[in-house]
C-alpha cells in the first residue's frame, strides 16, 4: 500500500526544483532522436489551465519545472485546443477536429447528463492504438472524458496498457468522489429517478477494475506523480536491458492532469508558499490556483527528473499543453475571452515541447506556427514510423508538424487553417494564415494585469475598469457583449505582430475576405457530426433502462472507497439481477414508412413528415408550443437523429422506432440542447 507520506515524499524530489538546479545534459549531442530510433513520448495535458497561470508567463507563480520545458525547449506560440475539454481530448485520441467527432457540443462521460449513455464511436482508431502498432508501450493517468458506459469503452479497450484515472468531466483531488456532489432532488445536475447513486460514486478506475483503498485521501497530483515515475522507472529497466537503437521497445504516457480543474483543492504545504496571496478561499481564488499550479508544477517535474535520472531523456519527446483556456478561476491575461469562448483566451493554450529528441538548437526558441491538438497524432505516428489507420465516420484532420518543430520554427507549419467551432451558420470561428473570423456574439470578459497577487477579474459591461491602466480590460468596458451575427461577422488578424488580443474589428475593411472565409466555414462545417448524438458516436442506450443502469454499475466498477469521508455517501446497493438474454432490435424503418402525420404524446399537437431522400426525412409542424416546427434528420436503421432548428429553439435529438405492427410505429426520444444540456421530448404515436 502507498501511503500519503511515501507519495509527498516522492513529490519532494521535484519540489527541490524550487530551489536548486536539476537540469542535466541533453542526449544524442543534442541533434534530437536518431533515425533509427523512435523517441519515447510524454504527453501532458492540463486541465483549465490560463496561459497566465504559469511563471513562466506571469513571473509569480512558482512553475520551475513548467517554465524549463519552454527554456529549455521550443515555445509553442500558436498552439490551438478546442474551447473546452472532451472535444479536445477527442481530437488528440481520433486526429480529426472538433467538429468531426461528435462531441463539438458537448462531454461525454459525465454524470451530471445520464439520461442518454454515449461513447466515441468504436470505428476510431485513438491514438495509443496507432503507436502500438509501431511497437509503443503504452499507458494513461488522469481524465478520461470519452465514454464507459460499456467496458469496451473505456482506456485500456481503446490502445491503453495501463490506466489510472477518472472516467468523468471532474471529481474531488483527495476523496475521488465524482464531483459536484448530488445535492438531491428531481431536476438537480440532470438527476433521473434510476440513476441518483452514480452522483456518489467513487470515480476512480485503475484498468477497468475499481481502484483500491490505498488512494483514498491521496490528492491527485501525488497519486499521478508516483505511477507516472513508475511506469518511467520500468520503461528505464526495459531500456537497460535492451536500449531502442538495439530494438527495445519505447513507450507513451498521456498525463491528463487533474489541475486546475474545479473543485478547487490544494495541500497545505503548497498553500504556504503564497502567504501573500489572499487567504480566504471564499473570496478569491487566487492563493488555492497558485498553489495548484505549483503542485502541477511538481507533477511535471517528478516526470523529466525520472526521465532524466533513467537516461531516457535523450530519446524523449515532451509535450506540454492544456485542453482549454482558463476558467474564470484562472487566468488568460493579456489574452480576450476564456473557456466556452471562441475568443483566443478559450482556444489559445500554453504549449511548449521538450526532451532531448528535439534539437538542442530550438532550446529557448519560439514556434509561430498553428499547431492543433489534433495534429500531435500524426506527428507521433511519424515519429513511431507507423501509418494510421485512418478508417472512421470522418476523415483524418491531423497533419504532421514535425518539421516545423524539428527546424524550430524556421520551416512553416503545414497547418495553414482550422475550423476552430461549428454550431451552424450563426456561431462558430475559423481562421485562415493569419486572420480569424468569429461568428456569433459573446460576452468577451478579459484578465486584469494585477492577478495574481489580486484575485482574477473579468470585465463585464456596467462595472467599469477597476484597474484602467490594464489596456487589456478596456474593450470590455466600451463594448459589452460583442456582436457578431452570422450577417455581419467580426475578422482580425490574430498574428504575434498584428492583433493577438482581437482589438479590432477589420470585417469592414475587408468585406470580400470575410465573404470567402464565410463561405469556406460554412462549406467545412456542412460534414460535421450533427446532430449532437449523430454517427460519430456510439449510442448505448437510455439510462432510465434498469438493464442499462446495472451495466453501467457493473462495467465502471464504482462504489465508495472505505472512508472516503464524502458528505453523501451512497446508499447500499444490491447485487445487480443476472445478465438477461439480449432482446432484438427494433426492425429498420425507412424515411418512406416515417412519412405522415403523428401526434405528440403530450397533446402538444402532430408533426408531419416527409421523405427528403434514401436515409433522409423533414419535420414540420403548426403546434403553438414546439420545437418541430423546423428540422431535419437522418435514418440509420431504427434510430432517427434529428436536428431541430427554429426561431423557438434548438434541439440535437435520437429517436427509438418501435412498433406493434405497420400501422402502430412509436418514437420515444433522447435530446440534448447545444452545448450538451439535457431537455425532454415528448413521444411521437403515428396518427391516423
Not at 333 to 357: C, D, H, I, Q
Not at 389 to 402: E, F, K, M, Y
Not at 647 to 668: E, I, N, P, W
Request: with cysteine; proline share 9%.
Amino acid at each position: 500500500m502507498i501511503s500519503r507520506l511515501a507519495l509527498v515524499q516522492c513529490v519532494f524530489f521535484a519540489a527541490l526544483s524550487h530551489n536548486q538546479d536539476v537540469t542535466e545534459a541533453r542526449g544524442f549531442g543534442g541533434t534530437g532522436a536518431s533515425a533509427g530510433s523512435k523517441p519515447n513520448i510524454v504527453f501532458i495535458l492540463a486541465d483549465d489551465l490560463g496561459w497566465n497561470n504559469i511563471g513562466h508567463h506571469n513571473g509569480v507563480t512558482r512553475s520551475p519545472n513548467i517554465d524549463a520545458l519552454y527554456t529549455e525547449g521550443l515555445t509553442l506560440n500558436h498552439s490551438y485546443s478546442h474551447k473546452w475539454c472532451a472535444p479536445t481530448r477527442a481530437a488528440l485520441m481520433t486526429g480529426r477536429l472538433p467538429y468531426h467527432t461528435g462531441i463539438e457540443h458537448g462531454n461525454l462521460g459525465s454524470y451530471d447528463a445520464p439520461e442518454f449513455l454515449l461513447a466515441l464511436s468504436a470505428e476510431w482508431t485513438f491514438l495509443p492504438a496507432t503507436l502500438k502498432a509501431a511497437g509503443y508501450s503504452t499507458h494513461m493517468l488522469g481524465k478520461w472524458n470519452l465514454g464507459h458506459w460499456a467496458e469496451w469503452y473505456m482506456p485500456t479497450h481503446r490502445g491503453f496498457d495501463s490506466y489510472l484515472g477518472y472516467l468523468s468531466a471532474d471529481e474531488q483531488y483527495y476523496t475521488h468522489y465524482k464531483w459536484p456532489p448530488y445535492s438531491g432532488g428531481a431536476g438537480s445536475l440532470g438527476y433521473t429517478a434510476s440513476l441518483p447513486s452514480l452522483y456518489n460514486i467513487t470515480d476512480l478506475t485503475n484498468g477497468t477494475g475499481k481502484a483500491t483503498a490505498e488512494y483514498d485521501g491521496v490528492y491527485s497530483t501525488y497519486m499521478y506523480a508516483a505511477e507516472a515515475r513508475r511506469i518511467i522507472a520500468a520503461a528505464a529497466d526495459r531500456n537497460a536491458a535492451a536500449p531502442h537503437a538495439e530494438g527495445g521497445a519505447p513507450f507513451f504516457l498521456y498525463l491528463a492532469a487533474q489541475s486546475i480543474h474545479t473543485p478547487l483543492e490544494a495541500p497545505d504545504e503548497y498553500m504556504a508558499l503564497y502567504p501573500d496571496a489572499p487567504d480566504e478561499r471564499n473570496n478569491s481564488d487566487a492563493r488555492v490556483i497558485h498553489a495548484m499550479v505549483t503542485a502541477l508544477d511538481d507533477l511535471v517535474g517528478n516526470v523529466t527528473g525520472a526521465l532524466k535520472s533513467g537516461n531516457l531523456w535523450a530519446n524523449t519527446l515532451v509535450v506540454f499543453t492544456a485542453d482549454n483556456g482558463g476558467d474564470t478561476h484562472g487566468n488568460n491575461y493579456p489574452l480576450r475571452g476564456g473557456k466556452f469562448t471562441t475568443w483566443e483566451g478559450g482556444l489559445r493554450v500554453v504549449g511548449a515541447v521538450s526532451g532531448g529528441a528535439l534539437p538542442a538548437s530550438c532550446d529557448g526558441g519560439v514556434a509561430d506556427g498553428l499547431v492543433h491538438i489534433c495534429d500531435w497524432h500524426a506527428t507521433f505516428a511519424h515519429l513511431a514510423g507507423v501509418t494510421i489507420n485512418a478508417t472512421g465516420p470522418r476523415p483524418l484532420d491531423s497533419i504532421n508538424v514535425w518539421p516545423h518543430l524539428a527546424s524550430c520554427g524556421a520551416q512553416p507549419s503545414p497547418r495553414t487553417a482550422l475550423l476552430h467551432h461549428y454550431d451552424g451558420p450563426t456561431q462558430g470561428a475559423y481562421r485562415e494564415g493569419d486572420l480569424k473570423l468569429i461568428i456569433g456574439s459573446m460576452t468577451p470578459f478579459c484578465w486584469d494585469a494585477a492577478y495574481p497577487l489580486e484575485p482574477s477579474k473579468h470585465c463585464t459591461p456596467g462595472t467599469g475598469d477597476p484597474h484602467p491602466r490594464d489596456w487589456a480590460c478596456s474593450p470590455c468596458k466600451s463594448e459589452g457583449p460583442q456582436p457578431c451575427p452570422s450577417e455581419s461577422p467580426c475578422l482580425f488578424n490574430v498574428s504575434s505582430q498584428a492583433d493577438p488580443l482581437e482589438k479590432t474589428n477589420i470585417a469592414v475593411e475587408h468585406p470580400e475576405i470575410v465573404k470567402a472565409m464565410v463561405a469556406k466555414y460554412n462549406a467545412l462545417g456542412a460534414d460535421t457530426c450533427t446532430p449532437h448524438l449523430g454517427s460519430c458516436l456510439d449510442y448505448i442506450g437510455v439510462a432510465d433502462e434498469p438493464k442499462l443502469v446495472a451495466q453501467t454499475v457493473a462495467s465502471m466498477h464504482v462504489g465508495p472507497l472505505p472512508n472516503a469521508g464524502d458528505p453523501h455517501p451512497a446508499a447500499p446497493t444490491t447485487p445487480p439481477p443476472p445478465p438477461t438474454a439480449p432482446t432484438a432490435p427494433p426492425p429498420p424503418v425507412s424515411p418512406q414508412a416515417l412519412a405522415g402525420r403523428w401526434a405528440l404524446d403530450d397533446g402538444g399537437g402532430v408533426v408531419v413528415v416527409t421523405a427528403a431522400g434514401p436515409t433522409a426525412i423533414r419535420v414540420s409542424t403548426t403546434a403553438a408550443k414546439s420545437c418541430w416546427d423546423a428540422g431535419t434528420g437522418t435514418v440509420e436503421g431504427s434510430v432517427i437523429n434529428l436536428n431541430a432548428t427554429s426561431a423557438a429553439c434548438t434541439r440535437f435529438g435520437v429517436g427509438t422506432v418501435s412498433a406493434a405492427d405497420a400501422a402502430a410505429l412509436q418514437v420515444k426520444w433522447v435530446c440534448s440542447k447545444p452545448g450538451g444540456a439535457s431537455c425532454s421530448w415528448p413521444g411521437w404515436s403515428k396518427a391516423p
